[in-house]
């Protein structure tokens, strides 16, 4: 016998229905990129440009971690499948990368792209195909500003919160009068140019003595550290991709000029850039929403154990990019876990705002809520020593 159907009383509307299992589990699926037994998520990264230092070991642990996951039966029997789009840090292929993702592979959640103005292109698409976007490797302002707030998830204060707590501490620590800025045209970079703008505004005793632009791929700073040197810069904030930050920092002592800070935002703070051949990069400073892995594992028997089986799979310590693999997809894991077997974007939405837990590898304590959206909510000040970042201060608001 068929099954009645029934009209809903307030529209007086016939549904329709049906005694078809087949067409009921069509219904039951019909949640982007969720089906009875897989998860698509996406995500598009940079593993061939200038910023690939971050996104090729954040894919690589995201990966190992969601593997280990589907091993065990994935999550309410659902394995989750990561697809990556490589975008070399070019908007155009990260809009191509991005409609193939919600086009054509129909994903449930972006997770970790990185790059600002790249998650910028993408946030409209995203917002009209009711995508979230799960903790970008990106700290700009606009990824918890642009576009639908419920749908958007980050790893720690931004750019801007990150660069000016650091050097309003800086400048009081060591009465520094002068500042500067270096940092390549993008909403990235910009950013992190207003900070030191608004540091520069918001104390009289400090003053804003240059700021200069530079292509990403720029590997020549010469001419422009002899201009900052001649300008009296006492602190130099550098918002550029890995490499040229050390190119930078070994052309200013290469150039006998020792008596300069440099401090990095969040963008910098990799291992790489500690451990530069040389010790180049001593006494740099940079600014991170947790401690360093290399620095923790000294200490913390959890870190030093994962940091030992990174190394043998990788032969490599871990680096900025591979902790944030980890926190990314273990966020994700566990509010995919606590979103429940019905699995929709409204229940994995409130299952991220519940989210309430430690880990002990990395030291970050996660905690959100409808109105924190952040999975750490921290920054420390840390300084190159012996080739290890090693925690300097907690900045305080």
């Avoid at 952040?374 to 000040?381: E, K, P, Q």
Wanted: aromatic share 6%; glycine share 8%.
């Amino acid at each position: 016998m068929k099954k009645l159907c029934l009209a809903a009383l307030a529209a007086a509307t016939l549904i329709g229905c049906s005694d078809n299992k087949e067409e009921e589990s069509a219904a039951a699926e019909s949640v982007r990129g969720v089906s009875d037994t897989e998860i698509k998520l996406g995500g598009m990264h940079d593993l061939s440009g200038v910023f690939a230092a971050f996104s090729s070991p954040a894919v690589q642990v995201a990966n190992d971690m969601f593997a280990e996951v589907n091993a065990e039966g994935g999550i309410h029997g659902r394995k989750i499948r990561y697809i990556v789009e490589d975008h070399a840090y070019q908007v155009p292929k990260a809009t191509q990368a991005t409609n193939k993702l919600i086009s054509r592979d129909e994903i449930f959640a972006m997770v970790m792209s990185l790059g600002t103005p790249h998650n910028l292109a993408a946030f409209p698409l995203m917002d009209r195909n009711n995508v979230p976007s799960i903790l970008p490797l990106a700290l700009s302002r606009q990824m918890e500003e642009e576009g639908d707030f419920s749908h958007r998830f980050v790893f720690g204060p931004s750019y801007h919160e990150g660069v000016l707590k650091g050097v309003n501490w800086m400048t009081d620590e060591y009465g520094i009068e002068k500042i500067c800025v270096m940092y390549i045209p993008s909403d990235f970079g910009e950013e992190v140019n207003q900070a030191i703008t608004d540091a520069a505004a918001g104390q009289e005793t400090l003053t804003l003595a240059e700021s200069t632009s530079h292509r990403p791929d720029e590997s020549d700073f010469t001419g422009t550290l002899a201009r900052l040197k001649d300008a009296g810069c006492q602190l130099v904030a550098v918002a550029l991709p890995v490499r040229p930050i050390i190119s930078v920092v070994a052309t200013a002592k290469e150039m006998g000029w020792d008596d300069v800070k440099f401090v990095l935002s969040q963008a910098g703070f990799h291992s790489a850039v500690a451990a530069a051949p040389g010790g180049v990069t001593e006494g740099l400073y940079g600014v991170s929403p947790w401690q360093d892995i290399v620095s923790r594992m000294k200490d913390v028997p959890e870190a030093k154990q994962w940091a030992d089986e990174y190394q043998t799979q990788y032969g490599s310590v871990p680096s900025g990019g591979a902790v944030l693999g980890r926190v990314g997809a273990m966020v994700t894991i566990e509010a995919l876990r606590e979103a429940g077997p019905d699995l929709t974007t409204d229940s994995f939405l409130a299952a991220m705002e519940s989210l309430d837990f430690s880990d002990p590898v990395t030291g970050v304590d996660i905690k959100m809520s409808a109105t924190n959206h952040r999975a750490g909510n921290d920054m420390i000040l840390s300084k190159v020593t012996d080739g290890v970042w090693e925690p300097v201060v907690t900045l305080e608001d």
